[in-house]
């Protein structure tokens, strides 16, 4: 999916409505102003259409036409926003985003896995139960006086352990308190599409999410 192409299409169909939008406010005013030099050319000359009654009929249509044109500048604003979050979609494609979730990420070239997440406060302890794609927990890692924050960890799996479809659960405590411990996952991006006006990110772990919902790219 090209950059060019994805706007180049937008652009088209923006511009399309807003000319069209244009030309009924064109068309409506036309149809009002020749009713108005109608009325007045056919009025009673005993009882001519006073000056109050013109001015609030030219008043009505200037609303209206007022009103189109503001539809027609957000309508072009909205546009315009959505080739922008198309451009900077595109720029992300190839590259790696965090987000929310627990998919644990395996790395081919160093031969581990990792994942992150978010303390809400200061923890004493951190434990990462890693498990497979069946739900059952293979290994645990164990960490220590984690600051508020983000955080991460790698995992080394066994030689031979498919780590297709492996997740990971984390819980954090201070003392004896929980401390709420949002998990993290990162993928590569490698396509941008939109839908209903929301720009959403396919990632190379097959899931897609919302690019709003990114909270880091690297």
């Known amino acids: 999916m090209s950059t060019n192409a994805i706007s180049g299409t937008t652009g088209a169909s923006n511009a399309a409505g807003t000319q069209s939008a244009t030309a009924a406010a064109n068309e409506a005013s036309d149809r009002f102003l020749k009713l108005l030099v109608t009325q007045m050319q056919n009025q009673d000359p005993l009882n001519p259409m006073d000056n109050a009654q013109v001015t609030s009929q030219m008043a009505q249509i200037n609303t209206v036409t007022g009103i189109d044109k503001l539809n027609n500048t957000v309508a072009g604003l909205g546009g315009s926003l959505a080739q922008m979050q198309m451009l900077q979609g595109a720029s992300l494609v ?25 303390l809400a406060a200061n923890a004493g302890k951190v434990q990462i139960e890693i ?16 600051s508020a924050g983000r955080q991460g960890f790698e995992w080394t799996p066994p030689e031979g352990m498919s780590t297709n479809g492996m997740r990971f659960k984390v819980s954090a405590a201070s003392g004896n308190t929980a401390v709420t411990a949002t998990p993290l996952t990162s993928a590569l991006v490698q396509a941008v599409n939109t839908t209903n006006g929301t720009l959403t990110l396919e990632l190379s772990n097959g899931n897609s999410t919302a690019y709003s919902q990114v909270k880091a790219v690297s």
Do not use: I
Request: aromatic share 4%; hydrophobic share 35%.
């Open 94 to 118: 190839g590259r790696a985003v965090l987000m929310e979730g627990n998919d644990l990420a395996f790395n081919p070239e160093t031969g581990k896995a990792g994942g992150g997440y978010e």
């Open 131 to 146: 498990l497979n794609a069946a739900g059952a927990v293979v290994d645990t890692v164990t960490q220590t006086n984690k």
